[in-house]
């Protein structure tokens, strides 16, 4: 029985690729899982039959025979630890994967989305502009320092692990054509090089191609 994986019937992202499932689609793509989509509307999110599947009645959600998982972050460790093509063989290297997997989620994105929010509820606001310019240093200080720990290399530790595509699709956040952020990512152009990389990967065009479906789709509908 092929894997369950949860998205939303009609993604707020508009099919870029910024939804949180597609972290989850890139992982299953790069180890070569077939799975199934299941899509739920934003009516149904806090319903009871998928607050069973995701407590907090978010997406994405993963089922795997009787194991149900949630968090973008802890579906795509599973992956990686129980297929072979995410993290490499060398014990203290594959550590070191999954710090980055967490450092991407706990250290970098945090800043990123706290900008988004405020982009989108306080826009409005008489103190934006100057509110804008602090949270725009918050995130340059954290591509400055990913930056200069990745320096010439292709990836975080030698090898593509799940770390670089959890990094990258933090970093992704950033080009959402809805919001103004693509220029912090490119006064980095070794991350914004790095990202490029990452979305050249065949695996990463599957999975952001069928994200785009489920949003076409929806429109259709």
Known sequence: MKPILTVFADSPDGGQGVARDMRVRWALEEVGQDYDVRTVPFAKLKESEHRARHPFGKIPTYEEGELTLFESGAIALHLAESRPGLLPGD?????????????????????????????????????????????????????????????????????????DLMMIEVLIRLKDPTLPGTSLLEEFPTLARYVERGEARPAFKRAFDGQRQVFLESQEA
Request: a negative charge.
């Open 91 to 163: 014990a203290e290297a594959r550590e070191r994967a999954i710090v980055w997997l967490f450092a991407a989620l706990n250290t970098v994105e945090p800043p990123i989305i706290e900008r988004e929010g405020y982009l989108i509820m306080e826009k409005d606001k008489p103190y934006f502009r100057d509110r804008l310019t602090l949270l725009d240093d918050r995130v340059r200080e954290r591509l400055a320092e990913v930056s200069a720990f990745l320096g010439e290399r292709d990836w975080l530790e030698g090898e593509f692990t799940v770390g």
